[in-house]
């Protein structure tokens, strides 16, 4: 991490400079969190299945755990919106002494709101991937569908992978008033106190009646991603970490050997994974977030589809859903399964494009007449 730092400790000389906040290298990792995503959603969960396609068994257990390694791209995200609201705020409050909640709530509706709400209506009319039932639709819009799904379960629609959007924005809600009310000391401990209470959470959902959906959409649950994010940004001081390249390679290693391992415990939401996999996956990410935050990795393709993710994961069920219903059963061969795969991710990139064109982007630019704190440009 950068020298000279302490956590609950902002020495003046320790502040950034410069009103301004942008890494193009989380972008590249916002898209790989999408494409662990993807494969989670894409690849069949059963190593039966690949038997199917004439594949050795030792293939489709593999496979099996890459699906489960893919699921952990959500507490990428998550750890990397914890980091990145709080440095941005930080710098806010360093730059012109306060932080101005009214324009933090409006930048984060024109960047959320366009695309969140259009996709809402869009499945609770349209017959494509499953509509979305009116509770869980009423629930989205007063932004508490996660637990709608923590209670009810997921809603059989495309729609239904919102309850993460959901989640973050009760997040956005809550603690930039901890930044503009709290002193230093206070938001250090309230950060500690969301990743305990996440642990002690997930430590009596372990002794219940566990299912696929007890845990992820559960805010209380998932508060050690964010609360990770926040403790970096709050020991980095709105800094980037500055290591040498062979601790960042260890920092790889170190993440994903986590993640690999908790996604082979993960393959079933038992208690053991409950209590084990998942803070083991918040430190795994955590490792790859401080290995890839800082270096001077920009690959414009890359960097370019990190812009465009929130598209890419909102679309992806949809893609998903309708090229599997356009090319009927996906069973059959390993080609036939390899063209609706590659099919679906293709769709999935020309409506997230489509979407950060023509419907994001205006948004986006009135966003940025409001922001103190540029950050990425549009």
Not at 18 to 27: G, M, N, Q
Not at 61 to 73: K, P, T
Not at 157 to 167: E, F, V, Y
Not at 279 to 304: E, K, M, N, Q, Y
Request: hydrophobic share 55%; proline share 5%.
């Amino acid at each position: 991490m950068a020298t000279g730092t302490v956590i609950g400790v902002e020495a003046t000389a320790s502040r950034p400079s410069k009103a301004s906040f942008y890494r193009p290298e989380l972008d590249i990792l916002r898209f790989f969190a999408f494409f662990g995503i993807f494969l989670s959603h894409s690849l069949p969960l059963d190593p039966a299945i690949y038997s199917r396609y004439q594949l050795p068994h030792w293939f489709g257990q593999s496979m099996e755990v890459i699906a489960a390694f893919g699921r952990f791209g959500i507490t990428l995200f998550f750890v990397l919106s914890g980091y990145l609201i709080t440095t941005l705020l930080l710098r806010e409050r360093w730059t012109k002494g306060d932080v101005d909640l009214r324009a933090f709530y409006f930048r984060r509706a024109l960047r959320i709101w366009p695309l969140y709400f259009l996709v809402l209506f869009l499945a609770l009319i349209l017959p494509w991937g499953g509509r979305l039932p009116i509770p869980y639709f009423l629930g989205y819009v007063l932004l508490v569908g996660n637990w709608l799904t923590t209670i009810w379960g997921a809603p059989a629609s495309w729609a239904s992978i919102l309850w993460t959007i959901a989640m973050v924005q009760q997040f956005y809600l809550f603690w930039p008033l901890v930044i503009k009310f709290f002193s230093r000391n206070a938001r250090l401990y309230v950060a500690i106190s969301m990743v305990l209470l996440a642990v002690v959470a997930r430590l009596y959902l372990a002794v219940g009646a566990l299912s696929s959906y007890t845990v992820y959409p559960d805010t209380i649950a998932e508060l050690d991603s964010i609360g990770v994010g926040i403790l970096c940004a709050l020991a980095l001081k709105g800094s980037v970490p500055e290591l040498a390249i062979g601790k960042r390679l260890l920092l790889v290693y170190t993440g994903f050997v986590l993640l690999l391992g908790c996604a082979y415990l993960g393959r079933v939401e038992s208690p053991l994974f409950v209590v084990i996999g998942y803070p083991g996956a918040v430190v795994g990410c955590l490792a790859l977030f401080l290995a890839i935050c800082g270096t001077s990795f920009t690959a414009r393709p890359l960097v370019h589809l990190g812009k465009i993710s929130y598209g890419l994961y909102v679309f992806h069920v949809l893609a998903l859903r309708m090229m599997g219903s356009a090319m009927g059963s996906k069973a059959g061969t390993p080609f036939r399964f390899l063209v609706y795969w590659c099919g679906s991710l293709l769709l999935t990139l020309a409506l997230a494009s489509a979407s950060y064109r023509w419907l994001e982007t205006p948004f986006l630019r009135i966003k940025q007449r409001y922001t103190t704190v540029k950050s990425r440009p549009v």
